[in-house]
């Protein structure tokens, strides 16, 4: 009887490709033992000719975005459901992206479809929609989290989950540089990866840096954008408020100033999470529309936005949302953890616990690992 193992493997945004790509190379014996197929973007084609790069109409954001492409959606939901009843593969690999894959993972047990539905990056049902984890556990066989506490939330369910650890542990511990010295009086200013993220916050960060400055005029500020486009609005934003000579913009990576700055501030995401495993004492801020706002109340389950509160279950790092996101309120939270030594500390301590319990690194090969361990269950 033949090892060879029949993945259908489906992600629909940039970072699910990267990750499913990241988990197919880590796949055990992956050169002869394995035969993948699916949906996904440039880079998991490039393992793997059987899988369609779909990326420019999946990764769409925003309910009005996904209702004008509703009958592309449609017609793709159906055709991938034909694929994978047609070439019945051992299993199929939900890469976050929960608005098709979830709904795929249904028409397929509907359908009859008997192989192991296994979710990697679990979509975070926890802050949002916990109601959908009784459906996830009759759904599917196993849930790969990247979160700790995930863990225990999906088993109480009855779903099988193995905790991988998280990707972002070995990402910065490539770009991590002992070298870099925390230089005095440098203040990271990071308002998000897009173009309405920077419009929202940057002004009420470069608002706290005028009053800073008044106060200590020898301060120095550091910002960059995600793609250079973004990183000229920055500039033009720096420019016209008359702080060019006290806001560099571009010079170094996020990760770079997250590593060399005093204090920061950083918008919600994963950014956060980014800034807290490299160890920079900062404040979260954040900004939606006021709609958007009283939905998310109202949706919530979780008592905080950032990911590092969610994980250590109380107000770690200082959030400043909606009216709150101001630059006064933005300028006493730097102030303090400025002049407050013990107090940074004290918070670059916490940061540290909490970049431990994302696991000490390996987590694609730990995802892969379970993966191929669940498909072996099967055929025992």
Not at 58 to 82: D, I, P, Q
Not at 98 to 124: E, H, M, T, V, W
């Amino acid at each position: 009887m033949s090892n060879l193992k029949k993945l259908f493997l489906v992600s629909g945004e940039i970072s699910g490709d990267e990750h499913g790509a990241a988990l197919m190379k880590a796949l055990p014996d992956l050169d002869s033992s394995w035969e993948l197929s699916g949906l996904g973007g440039p880079k998991m084609a490039a393992i793997s000719g059987e899988i369609e790069n779909w990326l420019d109409e999946a990764a769409v954001l925003g309910l009005w975005e996904v209702l004008k492409k509703y009958s592309y959606f449609s017609r793709k939901m159906a055709e991938t459901v034909r694929r994978i009843e047609e070439s019945e593969p051992d299993g199929v690999v939900l890469i976050d992206y929960p608005g098709f894959n979830l709904r795929l993972a249904k028409r397929l047990r509907d359908g009859g479809y008997k192989g192991k539905l296994i979710y990697y990056i679990s979509p975070q049902v926890w802050a949002w929609k916990r109601g959908r984890i009784k459906t996830m556990a009759e759904l599917l066989d196993l849930m790969i989290c990247i979160f700790p506490f995930e863990k225990e939330l999906y088993e109480e369910s009855g779903l099988p989950t193995v905790f991988a650890g998280h990707p972002l542990v070995d990402s910065l511990e490539e770009i991590r540089r002992d070298d870099i010295e925390r230089e005095e009086g440098v203040i990271a200013l990071l308002p998000g990866s897009r173009e309405r993220e920077i419009s929202a916050l940057f002004p009420q960060m470069l608002g706290s840096a005028v009053l800073l400055l008044k106060k200590y005029p020898g301060l120095q500020f550091e910002t960059s954008g995600a793609t250079p486009i973004l990183t000229e609005k920055l500039q033009s934003m720096v420019d016209d408020v008359g702080l060019s000579e006290q806001v560099s913009v571009g010079l170094s990576t996020s990760r770079e100033i997250m590593q060399r700055a005093s204090v920061g501030v950083v918008a919600s995401g994963t950014a956060t999470l980014e800034a807290a495993c490299l160890g920079l004492p900062y404040c979260l801020t954040y900004r939606v529309a006021w709609l958007t706002a009283v939905a998310a109340r109202w949706l919530m389950s979780v008592d905080f936005l950032g990911i590092v509160n969610v994980i250590a279950g109380r107000e770690v790092v200082k959030e400043l949302l909606q009216n709150d996101a101001t630059a006064g309120a933005i300028r006493e939270e730097l102030e303090r953890l400025l002049t407050d030594r013990k107090a940074r500390e004290a918070l670059q301590v916490e940061l540290s616990k909490i970049s431990v319990e994302l696991g000490g690194g390996g987590a694609h090969a730990n995802a892969a690992n379970a993966l191929a361990a669940s498909l072996s269950e099967a055929e025992a």
